[in-house]
């Protein structure tokens, strides 16, 4: 046996039991050699050794992997179901700590969380956070461990503010308002055989926080001082120093087409980018202007020469802050003769109207005006309405249910609205929305609207529930007939029930087709806005 | 411990029928080990073991093949430890070894050079390749056998023997050069 193949059976005995063979031949090998008795002594003292560190410092979980039992799996709607409860059952067990996979934002997009109070958390970099609730004066308590952490804050009450961020280097508190918060050099000096108190001063030591401001401002205090942060800047915290800049991450994403003049950039789907942005973007070998043309999702197209890979602002020279489209509307004025047809007691009027849609945005730019730049957008459209009015001397009773969400509307089983067009093509009313059917299908509470000497009502002919569908542009002649039934089952006192058909003067039309009516701002934009409109004030 | 396919699969069923525990106590110390083979520091380790083993909890229903469920984990551990190294690349981050031990008592036996030795020795172990340092804490730290390292990373028992010999004898060859040993 020679030194090599003694050498492999020193350290197989370590792993296995040696066959007689084996062990007779090593044996005898080892009286012989005594580099092969080291060999064999350091590989036995190398074992121990890597075991006893080992032992010392074994690798184990920070928190514990849900071990409860989970959902079995079922349809796509139950795991989805499942899926939510399984997060949350692993929020609880790791006390409320979401942690983020690493890369999550490059790979998937972002992870992000709406609070209760409709404040939204968007998690990056591998980011540790407990949530922690409203508590005193704030709303939403954030403990940032580590990591990066984008916040959308909601307008909080006065007297109060909406996020307070807490890190081990400091803190941030909202003035209504979108930023992010990195914490770097996170706890990972932590010392044992010291106690919690001595490991924060330790961790706090260490860390750095880092606060980059997207809209509005914050106030970012921490044990050098506190600062008012606006958007556009960058605040760290370190080392105990306070320092405030440019902020230098508004953007990262990736370019993922190239076509021509046009390129794509795949960015998280929080980066508050919007149409109109133009950012100074780095990529690895190329950097330059971009302008943001078009979003759609977390994908945005740009203007601008660029490469294929990895891109991050370095800074931005506009943000453009809307603020919500404001409704003007000019008085209406009879669309046809003065008037209009009057049976019995009721009369019929067609009257037009404008309604002008102003949309403000503001233009910030850094080391500008702290006010920004107003401007704004004005959008006019024409509104038709058909008005029954109680010109007689006696309360009329109609059928009419009102619907209670919204103004101006009502039941069409009570009121139907008609217009034929005059060229031959045929105007349809549009049907009702699935939803209000099914709301209309539950007994409706018996319901009369009583019309009093001078009182009208009013109904939109367009851009309402029971808008009327004009097949394309062009000119039509519109008129409007209510067809009434009388009130069967609420005889009022005083009061004459009316039945029958009103049919309106004739109007030109000019029907222009536009985007459909909007339903107003969704729940989470009206949230946004409202943040928009505090940064203004 | 067994790592045979058709046992794992059994175990990715339960716990997709609602009780991981078991896949997951069989799977923690492999996973530990080569979380530690993969990481540069301990902490580093540590948040790795714990965001893969969050990946595969949230993952398990969506696994194409439950018996390779051990080739996913030791896949997931090496792509978070390269995320983890590609950043440390650009952000430094001192770790606990790295940190001065305050705390720790050393009996009189261990001698003043027993913490200096154990640095070596951590050294010299992130001073190997991969594949030696992965033999190195199956074995040592995760306790298992020569069967059980060769089915937990599909190689035949002989080469996983040879492998552990190479290993051993680099690590002996660092610390023979490292003078706090």
């Known amino acids: 046996m020679n030194c090599e193949r003694a050498a492999k059976i020193i350290s197989a005995r370590l792993d296995r039991d040696l066959s007689p063979g084996e062990a ?190 997207t809209e509005g401002e914050v106030l970012v205090s921490g044990s050098p001082g506190q600062t008012v942060v606006r958007a556009g800047e960058q605040a760290e915290i370190g080392g105990g120093k306070l320092t405030v800049g440019k902020t230098d991450r508004i953007l990262k994403g990736r370019v993922i087409k190239v076509d021509g003049a046009a390129v794509t950039i795949s960015v998280g789907r929080s980066s508050g980018v919007r149409e109109g942005f133009e950012f100074n973007c780095k990529a690895k070998g190329w950097s330059g202007k971009v302008l943001v043309v078009r979003k759609n999702s977390a994908v945005l197209a740009v203007k601008g020469d660029a490469a294929v890979g990895d891109v991050a602002a370095t800074g931005f020279t506009t943000i453009l802050t809307e603020a919500p489209g404001r409704n003007e509307r000019t008085p209406a004025r009879p669309a046809a003769v003065e008037g209009g047809e009057v049976v019995g007691d009721l009369r019929l009027t067609l009257f037009e109207g404008t309604r002008v849609s102003r949309t403000v945005a503001r233009e910030y730019v850094p080391g500008g005006d702290a006010e920004g ?165 | 411990m067994s790592f045979d396919r058709a046992h794992l699969a059994r175990l990715v069923r339960d716990a997709r029928g609602g009780k991981p525990a078991e896949l997951f106590e069989a799977l923690a110390p492999v996973a530990a080990a080569w979380a530690r083979a993969s990481c540069r520091t301990h902490g580093e380790a540590e948040d790795v073991l714990q965001e893969s083993l969050l990946e595969l909890y949230r993952s398990i229903d969506r696994l194409n093949n439950d018996g390779a469920v051990l080739s996913w984990l030791r896949r997931a551990i090496r792509n978070n430890a390269a995320d983890r190294a590609r950043r440390r690349a650009v952000r430094r981050e001192v770790g606990i070894e790295a940190a001065p031990e305050h705390g720790v008592e050393c009996s009189p036996a261990d001698g003043l050079d027993s913490s200096d030795h154990r640095r070596a020795l951590l050294a010299a172990l992130a001073d190997l390749d991969d594949g030696e340092r992965e033999m190195l804490t199956l074995r040592h730290d995760a306790g298992l056998s020569l069967a059980e390292i060769a089915e937990a990373t599909g190689q035949s028992v002989r080469a996983v023997e040879s492998r552990l010999f190479r290993a051993r004898r680099a690590l002996r060859a660092r610390l023979q050069r490292d003078p706090r040993s």
């Open chain 1, 373 to 537: 730049q107003e401007k704004v957008t004005e959008t006019v459209a024409r509104t038709l309405h058909a008005r029954i009015e109680n010109v007689g001397r006696q309360p009329v009773i109609l059928p009419l249910v009102a619907q209670p969400f919204r103004k101006n509307v009502y039941s069409r089983h009570a009121v139907e609205l008609h217009a034929r067009d005059t060229e031959g093509q045929a105007v349809d009313r549009v049907k009702r929305p699935a939803r209000q059917a099914r709301r209309d299908a539950a007994p409706a509470p018996p319901a009369v609207t009583v019309l009093k000497p001078g009182e009208s009502i009013r109904q939109p002919v367009e851009g309402n529930l029971y808008r009327l569908r004009f097949p394309a542009a062009g000119k039509f002649k519109v008129w409007v007939e209510f067809a009434v039934p009388a009130a069967k089952d609420q005889p009022l006192e005083g009061h004459r029930a009316w039945s029958g058909k009103l049919k309106s003067n004739e109007v030109d039309w000019e029907h222009r087709p536009g985007r459909a009516p909007s339903r107003g701002p969704s729940r989470n934009r009206r949230r946004h806005w409202s943040g928009r409109e505090e940064n203004r004030e």
């Open chain 1, 24 to 213: 007779a031949q090593l044996d005898e090998h080892l009286a012989a050699c005594r580099d092969c008795r080291r060999a064999a002594d350091d590989f036995r003292n190398l074992t121990a050794d890597l075991e006893s560190a080992f032992r010392s410092a074994p690798v184990r979980l920070k928190q514990p992997i849900p071990t409860a039992a989970r959902p079995a799996r079922r349809a796509i709607g139950l795991r989805l179901a499942a899926a939510a409860a399984l997060l949350l059952g692993a929020g609880l067990l790791l006390g409320h700590t979401l942690l983020t996979r690493a890369g999550s934002r490059r790979k998937h997009g972002v992870e992000w969380t709406e609070l209760a109070s409709g404040t939204r958390v968007f998690r990056h970099r591998a980011a540790r956070v407990l949530f922690g609730g409203a508590m005193n004066d704030v709303d939403e308590l954030i403990q940032l461990d580590r990591g990066e952490v984008e916040v959308a804050a909601v307008r909080a009450e006065p007297g109060r503010c909406s996020v307070r961020v807490v890190t081990p280097a400091g803190e941030v508190v909202t003035l209504g308002t979108r930023f992010s918060v990195e914490v770097k050099n996170p706890g990972r000096t932590r010392v044992e055989g010291e106690g919690e108190e001595m490991n924060r001063l330790i961790a706090a030591a260490a860390a750095v926080m880092v606060v980059s401001v």
